[in-house]
């Protein structure tokens, strides 16, 4: 299986960047289920790639998603919300043919290094 060629996570001054999130799973495999379940997994996916960077979820200032159906909108933000139970990062949505069949979500997102 050929590899796109790109970093998962860069560190720029102060941030984190980490680049798109499809919904793979731990094998590589797009997961099954509705844009909630595949939401899920983009998080996960995104979570894994800051708590590498030493962040967290709460460390996140802005994600951009890429649906591939509006209407999937109200139930992908319902999955989302649940990972943002506080005050969310700013969020741009919007709809996209994706490069990977079967995936009905992508996201990337970026965060700030909290001062220590």
């Not at 933000?77 to 005050?87: C, K, L, Q």
């Not at 700013?90 to 079967?102: D, I, N, S």
Request: net charge negative; glycine share 8%; with cysteine.
């Amino acid at each position: 299986m050929r590899k796109p060629h790109f970093s998962l996570t860069r560190r720029a001054g102060g941030f984190v960047f980490v680049s798109g999130q499809l919904p793979f799973d731990s094998a590589g495999k797009i997961v099954d289920g509705d844009i909630a379940r595949q939401t899920e997994q983009c998080l996960q996916n995104v979570q894994a790639a800051f708590e590498s960077a030493g962040l967290s979820l709460a460390d996140t200032i802005k994600i951009t998603v890429w649906l591939t159906n509006p209407d999937d909108f109200w139930a992908f933000d319902e999955a989302y919300a649940g990972y943002f139970p506080g005050t969310p990062p700013v969020r741009t949505t919007v709809g996209a043919v994706l490069m990977v069949p079967g995936a009905l979500i992508e996201m990337d997102a970026q965060a700030l290094i909290p001062d220590t």
